[in-house]
């Protein structure tokens, strides 16, 4: 089952304090939604385990994120692969830092995913849905992240 | 002498089944019942991916895993020699476990050893593959162009499999092209699932001398011994199989699949039996689909409605591995059964396989070998005739019947029909239906706007596999076998090479031999399905049981008549010559004061036998003549909600004509429970992959299988035209149902439609189709 998102997401901090949070493998995963677990190997690659639940679909996914930052564009790229309870999920997305100019930033994102298994077949119905939710879900952990940090203008 | 009555006969008496009240008490024995001390639980790791390279399996967490006691992958096996397993068909392999990649989705990985299923299913979960995906072709259209060639282990690099055809192409053709009248229609027979409501497994277990005792749902467990024995090389009397109650099979159990390979080498490599169950999600999507043929059907015909000529193209999607369990010599199965009741002059069928990233298959559920996929194909066909030709659809049958002064007939395509009385079964179901009147109201319904169908299925099935000279499995002949021993007491045991999965053998054999020996079958015992005592037989599939282990048993009972009459001569004093077989005893020619019962004769020959071998008993291994040929005629009458597109089936009427019937009672249930699967696959069932190659039907929830509350109430009715050849006269009927009643139900939900200019819908026939085709109508009229 494929799935494509894309949106601008404003965050109330400045590009270059976005930039190094979605540049930060241990940051960036910490903020997938219900995250387990975080282990991060080098600058670009770093492992999660997150909680998962599509329907009546429920397990831990196990994934490997790969960063591809280009610091030149402020655009970062990743690639995210794994699965669990036989589900597997390939997914590719990316984001433009850009400055909004009022201080904050505009997070410009696109992302694309297959999904394969029990997490596609049972949970397809509402998997659509349920990425929105993560989606909108991910970006309340990156604000509530930076906020913890004192990153955040009001 | 005897003072006994005459015993009533045994043939066409409604016998309560003997099996039954250890069925429905919860008595039955199935392999998930049988535990045993040390016994392992097995879990297999599948893959998500259709389609993936295996760039590495990391096992070490899944043995951290409490309980855990050992993983094997692909490689393993492959450095055991025991990386492929030959498909029954013959011509292909599949792997037990994947090596080096994975070709559809749920396919085997690794297997998981441990000491609990909870703990197995656990280690499977911890088992870490890193998959690289590869480009999937979902379908055979696709498959076709080769351009991703996915059995690259295979000589012939091609996602083609194999070209079968029958008939004469050239001759078809050209009346074809001189027929005045033609019609042509791609007709797709969906991928579906027999889904046994007992999914499959086994125990594997080495016993202390070393010999592999494997408890398995197999209908078929002597072909499974020496498809193991090949397999393994362990040598075929070490190996002792055992198939106990089996709660359903319809095609699905005959298949050898990776789960029981890998319990045989997990109980040899670990010294601990072995338990495999699947889930119901693994026998979804792993175990043997049924049909996904794409038919296109070419009838040619004159103005008022004689057929001329039959071409079928059929492009086959097999999935992964070649695994229809079809014999040697019939890649597409019996699918040359494909002009049906109908006299065709001259008739081309060819079918094209092809490997695709789906689970492997192509079983006969409940059918003969692709028998169901040619009857859907050419009654479906017929009413696009008839609608072209605008002709009645049950008159353009009679119209086009093989008459029952053509039997046995020659058909175009190379079988030879043994009897059938096709009119007469369709008169009766006309008659017994109200016909005339259902027209009548079908007329005021559509002058008032309402959607009613009726239709017609005319089948004609072949089944039987089959004479030796043309039919084998794995180059096994498609013989089968009976052994009879009748006791002192006249009591006895029947063996047979078959395997009962609710067909209700252990009463319908007992009564085959109370028949032919004039015993009480009540007190004659049936076994089946253990290796060690049974007779080799290939099973019991494609409606084969009664015409072949049924012929078996009847012969292996007409030899303990002749050696019980060589006994009953001795104790009437007469000559051999003298005495005859009369009434269900045997008697002096002339004489019949002067008589002896079978029962006074088993005494006799363990007590009184003279110069006589002791005993009564005797074998016999039954190789068919011919192929049997049941027939039917079923009538569906549909109602359509407009506004919703939901089908009601109001009435649905089955006249069978399957020779003579050994036992009515279980004649009608299984024509009940195939109509109920007939019901399901024409409105409900179908086994879906999205074009990523995702099953979307995993589960009961997105496979449904109906209830009684969906269930319609079935009527039936029989005629009765004995196969010549067969030594009972019975043609076997378990399948009929399945095979002849989903084109009734497509056939009547079209007639409803058809006012509207709906020519064909393919199956399931689900509301949303049907509502759409309404409002695709209704759009284009206004």
């Known amino acids: 089952m494929n799935l494509q998102h894309s949106g601008e997401e404003r965050i109330p901090a400045s590009p270059d304090v976005v930039w190094a949070f979605v540049s930060d493998p241990g940051k960036i995963a910490r903020a997938m939604p219900d995250v387990i677990d975080v282990t991060v190997h080098d600058p670009t690659h770093v492992d999660a385990v997150v909680q998962v639940a599509v329907g009546p679909v429920r397990g831990k996914f196990r994934l490997k994120v790969e960063l591809l930052p280009d610091p030149s564009r402020r655009r970062i790229d990743l690639k995210i692969s794994g699965g669990g309870f036989g589900s597997a999920v390939d997914m590719t997305a990316g984001a433009d830092v850009v400055d909004a100019g009022d201080g904050g930033t505009l997070l410009k994102w696109s992302g694309q995913a297959v999904a394969r298994g029990p997490v596609a077949a049972v949970g397809g119905r509402v998997l659509d849905a349920q990425a929105q939710k993560l989606i909108a879900q991910a970006f309340g952990n990156v604000r509530q992240q930076l906020s913890l940090a004192g990153d955040v203008h009001g | 002498m005897s003072t006994e009555q005459k015993p009533a006969g045994c043939l066409g008496v409604a016998m309560k089944r003997k099996e039954d009240p250890r069925f429905i008490q919860g008595k039955g024995r199935y392999v998930d019942d049988i535990s045993l001390p040390g016994m392992l639980y097995l879990s297999l790791v599948r893959s998500p991916y259709p389609h993936a390279e295996i760039k590495a399996i990391d096992i070490g967490d899944a043995m951290k895993v409490p309980g855990v006691v050992a993983v094997i992958t692909g490689k393993d096996l492959e450095a055991a020699g025991l990386g492929w397993l030959p498909t029954f068909h013959g011509y292909d392999k599949q792997m037990v476990l994947a090596i080096g990649k994975v070709l559809f989705q749920y396919q085997e990985v690794a297997a998981v050893f441990a000491e609990t299923r909870a703990a197995a299913a656990d280690g499977a979960e911890a088992v870490q593959v890193e998959y690289a995906p590869l480009p999937v072709v979902a379908d055979p259209f696709t498959a076709k162009r080769d351009e991703t060639i996915l059995r690259p282990d295979r000589d012939k690099k091609t996602n083609h499999i194999y070209h079968w055809e029958v008939g004469d192409k050239d001759k078809t053709a050209r009346a074809l092209a001189n027929s005045p009248k033609k019609i042509k229609e791609r007709i797709w027979f969906q991928r579906c699932h027999p889904a046994p409501l007992e999914p499959c497994g ?336 290939l099973g019991t599939y494609a409606s084969r049981s009664t015409p072949v282990a049924g012929g078996a048993i009847a012969m292996a009972a007409r030899r303990v008549r002749e050696k019980a009459r060589k006994v009953a001569a001795h104790m009437l004093e007469a000559g051999e010559a003298d005495v005859e077989w009369k009434d269900y005893k045997f008697q002096v020619k ?93 409105f409900m069932q179908e086994i879906q992959y999205d074009k990523e190659g995702n099953n979307l039907n995993t589960n009961f929830t997105d496979y449904l299988i109906p209830t009684s509350l969906e269930t319609p109430a079935w009527e039936t009715e029989k005629t009765v035209t004995p196969s010549p050849h067969h030594p009972i006269g019975a043609k076997g009927v378990g399948e009929s149902p399945n095979v002849g009643s989903p084109a009734a139900f497509v056939n009547a939900v079209i007639d409803a439609l058809s006012p509207l200019g709906v020519r064909h819908i393919d199956m399931p026939i689900t509301r949303d189709k049907v509502w759409r085709a309404i409002h695709q109508a209704e759009a284009m009229t206004t």
């Open chain 2, 202 to 537: 086994c125990v594997a277990q080495f016993d202390t001398m070393g010999r592999l005792q494997f408890y398995v749902t197999s209908q078929a467990p002597h072909v499974y011994r020496t498809a193991l024995a090949l397999v393994t090389g362990i040598p075929e009397d070490k190996i002792h199989v055992v198939s106990p109650d089996i709660g359903g099979g319809f095609g699905n159990k005959v298949p050898v699949y990776p789960g029981y390979v890998c319990a045989i080498v997990g109980a040899l490599k670990i010294g601990r039996p072995v338990k495999w169950i699947e889930t119901r999600t693994e026998n979804l999507t792993s175990t043997g689909f049924a049909r996904d043929y794409h038919m296109d059907v070419e009838i040619g015909a004159t103005p008022d409605g004689r057929v001329t000529a039959l071409h079928v193209a059929t492009t086959a999607d097999h999935g992964a591995f070649d695994a229809a369990a079809d014999p040697t010599k019939y890649p597409a199965g019996m699918f040359g059964i494909v002009t049906g009741s109908y006299d065709f002059p001259t008739a081309h069928a060819e079918v094209d396989a092809y490997f695709t990233n789906k689970a492997p298959g192509g079983i006969a559920y409940r059918c003969s070998f692709r028998v169901t996929e040619a009857s859907y194909a050419i009654e479906r066909a017929m009413d696009i005739l008839a609608d072209e030709l605008a002709i009645d659809p049950a008159e353009l049958r009679r119209r086009n019947f093989v008459r029952k002064e053509q039997f046995p007939y020659p058909s175009s395509l190379g079988f030879t029909y043994d009897s059938g009385d096709y009119q007469k079964t369709l008169d009766v179901a006309m008659e017994k239906i109200g016909y005339r009147e259902l027209l009548k109201e079908q007329a005021e319904k559509r002058a008032r706007g309402e959607l009613m169908g009726i239709g017609f299925s005319t089948f004609t099935e072949v089944v039987g596999a089959g004479p030796s000279k043309v039919f084998d499995i794995l180059g096994i002949k498609m013989f089968d076998s009976a052994e009879i021993r009748i006791h002192p007491t006249g009591a006895g045991i029947v063996r047979a090479g078959t395997k009962s999965q609710g067909q209700g053998h252990e009463t319908t054999w007992a009564q085959i031999v109370g028949e032919e020996l004039g015993l009480d079958p009540q007190n004659i015992m049936v076994e089946e399905g253990d290796t060690d005592t049974a007779p080799y037989g």
């Open chain 2, 590 to 682: 002339g004489v019949p004061a002067r008589s002896v019962t079978m029962k006074e004769v088993a005494f006799a020959a363990y007590t009184n036998m003279a110069q006589i071998e002791p005993g009564l008993e005797a074998s016999y291994y039954y190789d068919p003549p011919n192929m049997t040929f049941p027939s039917g005629a079923y009538v569906a009458v549909v109602d359509i909600d407009r506004e919703t597109g939901e089908v009601k089936v109001r009435r649905f009427l089955a006249v069978d004509d399957c020779g003579i019937i050994i036992n009515p009672l279980i004649v009608e249930g299984q024509i009940h429970g195939g109509l109920t699967e007939g019901f399901a696959i024409a």
